[in-house]
């Protein structure tokens, strides 16, 4: 995990659930204090569900600043998964108590936020504190989205699968159809020809 400790606050941002067939992609910001450290925090698909929340109440005890934000499945299927993950870390950014100077995140895309730097980085959650802690915030929160919507719409095992596209799920799908959580621009979501 590589640390940088500089002069300014650094926000780290990351998203969870651009892959799901169902329910919002959430996105956070976080920015720690410049010389904080906790070797435990790591990219959220490396740690195990209970490990991941026991570090969600770290981060936000520990955290200068934390946020969390989402685009709905319907913005989704408006402006595609791309701008939608975009949009949620702009809006993330956009709650942060404490404005940052410079932005670190997660993946290869972003677009320009206010007039602030930023720099995107491939494997960022593996890479940097911040956007480690963002993946964690924002896979935590996101999980628990889909496991209140799974008790409203039970046939498709959210609580388990957290609406990615798992056999169970696309089988629920075939059976069942899909509900207004889906996402209809994604192609196993559309219906069949026959």
């Not at 002069?7 to 651009?18: L, S, T």
């Not at 993330?92 to 720099?119: C, H, M, T, W």
């Amino acid at each position: 995990m590589n640390v940088i400790f500089k002069k300014y606050p650094e926000a780290g941002c990351d998203e969870a659930g651009r892959g799901c067939l169902a329910g919002p992609v959430v996105a956070s910001a976080v920015i720690f204090p410049p010389d904080y450290f906790n070797n435990d925090i790591n990219d959220s698909k490396q740690l195990s569900e209970k490990k991941r929340f026991a570090l969600r109440e770290q981060i936000i005890k520990d955290a200068l600043s934390y946020s969390v934000a989402e685009c709905s499945n319907e913005e989704i299927d408006r402006i595609n998964i791309l701008q939608a993950s975009i949009l949620a870390m702009h809006r993330a950014l956009d709650k942060l108590s404490v404005r940052p100077e410079f932005i670190i995140v997660d993946g290869n895309k972003f677009r320009p936020y206010q007039d602030i730097p930023y720099e995107t980085i491939v494997k960022g959650d593996a890479k940097f504190l911040s956007i480690a802690a963002a993946s964690i915030l924002a896979k935590t929160f996101r999980d628990e989205i889909m496991m209140r919507f799974s008790k409203d719409y039970p046939v498709y095992c959210w609580d388990k699968n957290k609406g990615y596209p798992t056999k169970e799920h696309r089988q629920a799908i075939l059976d069942y159809g899909i509900c207004p959580l889906h996402r209809r621009s994604y192609e196993p979501c559309q219906p069949k020809l026959l």
